[in-house]
């Protein structure tokens, strides 16, 4: 559950499905539901394209290996003393990537010293915020700070970043979507965006909306059974089903939130019950004599962690290049080619 603290993030929801050799769970069924057409894509209105990189410039070659891990790259985690953060801590830590010993908090925390991998982070209370942040700014010149907070923090950090100047990565969902993106793009400022940050996701979510735009149709007359508990990946997922003329409605997502249903129905490993993100979509024919079945399952933070790291070194490349200081998001880091 998440914390008083405004700093702090929330663990990763839970979802949940049963696995192979299990008692199926009795998913409601979602047929003869009115088709809504509105459209949630992970794509934004850019033209899509698959990820391939056909040439490179001896400039971006140069800058693909200076953004490498070691070279001068430094991070500041906000949100260090919740999982999500302390998670990617671990991961750019193992990747190499320098992590600058301060991080920001709420008022209670203001003086404490966090350890993760190793490392003893100063945690800063609000009200010395943008002193601090400037000044870490100052000492590392290439800082990229990453924003795992809570939601209610999310457009004051954004607008602080903005204000200093520093390109950040924001993980943390909520807050005002509209005002952080009016907010960040006003400031021109280089920062990634993304409510979702597992790479392999946000592929796969890509893979469903160009099926979905070159295939409308396809599954016209199936029925869509489903059990997620990520409302926002599900709605993605389905949307791109109504597009291939499949019969949904996000009403009928089953929830199963009893922690002992997790292991004995779902098959969620007990280490996982306070991380972990199921999805599974049955599709089946109006006859019932064909299925398709579409799942992904993630237990614990490192997909979403790792995914952030190469937002950061994707991000690094783009200031040394002195690419276009706008708002990205995970596509294009995917776009990109050259995550580890």
């Known amino acids: 559950m998440a914390t008083t603290n405004w700093l702090v993030s929330s663990p990763t929801p839970s979802v949940f499905l049963h696995p192979p050799g299990s008692p199926r769970l009795a998913f409601a069924s979602i047929k003869n539901q009115t088709l809504v057409k509105t459209r949630v894509s992970f794509l934004t209105n850019a033209k899509r394209r698959l990820p391939a990189v056909l040439s490179m410039t001896a400039t971006e070659e140069g800058a693909v290996k200076s953004v490498l891990p070691g070279n001068g790259i430094s991070i500041m985690v906000n949100g260090c003393t919740g999982k999500m953060g302390k998670a990617v801590i671990k991961a750019a830590d193992t990747a190499g990537v320098n992590i600058v010993p301060t991080s920001f908090g709420s008022a209670s925390e203001a003086g404490q010293t966090v350890e993760v991998c190793g490392k003893e982070i100063t945690v800063h209370g609000p009200t010395e915020r943008e002193e601090v942040l400037s000044s870490v700014f100052q000492k590392h010149p290439e800082l990229i700070v990453v924003d795992y907070t809570i939601p209610t923090a999310v457009n004051d950090n954004a607008e602080l970043y903005s204000r200093v100047g520093v390109p950040f990565v924001m993980g943390t969902t909520g807050g005002d979507r509209e005002k952080l993106y009016e907010s960040v793009e006003k400031a021109k400022i280089y920062a990634v965006i993304s409510p979702q940050m597992g790479k392999q996701v946000v592929a796969f979510l890509a893979a469903m909306e160009i099926m979905a735009e070159q295939f ?42 009893d922690p002992k249903q997790q292991v004995e129905m779902v098959g969620v490993p007990e280490e996982h019950v306070s ?14 004599t064909v299925s398709f079945e579409f799942q992904h399952n993630v237990c614990g933070r490192s997909i979403y962690a790792e995914g952030t790291v190469d937002a950061v070194l994707f991000l690094a490349k783009k200031i040394r290049l002195k690419a276009d200081q706008r708002i990205y998001n995970m596509i294009d880091v995917l776009r990109e080619g050259n995550m580890r």
């Open 216 to 257: 409308p149709g396809a599954f016209s007359g199936y029925s869509l059974e489903l059990a997620s508990w990520i409302v926002r990946t599900a709605k993605a997922v389905i949307s791109c089903f109504q597009e291939l003329g499949v019969s949904s409605d996000m009403d009928q997502i089953q929830l199963i939130r």
């Open 275 to 288: 991380g972990h993100a199921f999805h599974l979509y049955h599709l089946t024919s109006p006859d019932e």
